[in-house]
């Protein structure tokens, strides 16, 4: 049971919130009370102490970027993705993820995906979509691969895998713990993804179109790390154990590229959102 293996890594506070939120049938999940959790199943991953499945995340590596036309520098860092061998290696653009989502999914899912009014946004919303059906691993087009053995992250346990990144919401709080949308590995039709993406749908419908959403909370980390959470509870809620584990070391296989063109401009999301 998940909550059997964490409960060495929780306080006692700690332990009690989560059994009574799985408990709970109006659920109030937020960062703060993400961290605690996020905490836990990473100190458990570094201590090896992982459930064990039998599924096995497809060795194929998703990337995007909005336009057809790919700006060279990011290329670059997708191409250091496609020279690794044994692996498929698929780009959609805009027009095909749409078509993507047109084809799999309903009318509201596609709606959802038109109003995203960011390439960003509409890059988290397809890797939800895309994942759920294929499975695989999403990259950013701005990551280059260093060189490390990426096979680890593909092993036989098929755990959903993320990394965790920690923020501050004010300088006077402590830094709280959420999980990054990038990467993702997970297998097809995996709990997760399913949450995230019906989350981030019935939001966009609900908001309608706007200039401005925020990204982070509707189609971005926010998102996934409160579907991680919800289906955690859940896990906790029926007994069974939770098949995810955060990933550790993800800098020595991949970096971030600075100083792009496109970083400088609105197309970066961060710029969008200041």
């Known amino acids: 049971m998940l909550i059997d293996r964490l409960r060495v890594y929780l306080s006692d506070r700690e332990f009690s919130r989560i059994v009574a939120e799985a408990g709970s049938p109006q659920r109030r999940i937020s960062a703060s ?8 199943l990473e100190r458990a991953a570094i201590d090896g102490n992982l459930p064990k499945s039998q599924e096995k995340i497809p060795r194929r590596i998703l990337q995007f970027w909005d336009q057809q036309s790919i700006p060279a520098d990011v290329r670059n860092c997708m191409a250091t993705w496609q020279a690794i061998p044994d692996f498929d290696h698929v780009i959609f653009d805009e027009p095909q993820a749409r078509e993507f989502i047109k084809a799999e999914y309903d009318a509201r899912h596609l709606e959802a995906f038109d109003l995203c009014n960011h390439p960003a946004m509409k890059s988290d919303l397809f890797r939800l979509a895309y994942l759920y059906r294929h499975g695989g691993v999403y990259i950013d087009a701005d990551d280059a691969y260093q060189g490390s053995n990426i096979n680890q992250l593909f092993g036989e346990d098929g755990l959903f895998r993320l990394r965790s990144v920690s923020f501050k919401r004010s300088p006077t709080e402590p830094p709280a713990s959420i999980y990054n949308n990038n990467p993702i590995f997970c297998v097809a039709n995996d ?9 981030a749908t019935t939001i966009m419908l609900s908001l309608g179109k706007r200039e401005f959403y925020n990204m982070l909370v509707i189609t971005g980390p926010l998102n996934l790390s409160i579907a991680v959470y919800a289906a955690a509870l859940d896990c906790v809620a029926s007994g069974e154990d939770f098949r995810f584990c955060p990933i550790i070391g993800w800098d020595d296989v991949a970096k971030k590229t600075g100083n792009m063109e496109y970083q400088k401009t609105a197309r970066n999301w961060r710029t969008a959102q200041a």
Do not use: D
């Open 33 to 40: 009370i993400i961290s605690p959790l996020c905490r836990a």
């Open 191 to 199: 709990e997760i993804i399913r949450k995230a993406l019906e989350r």
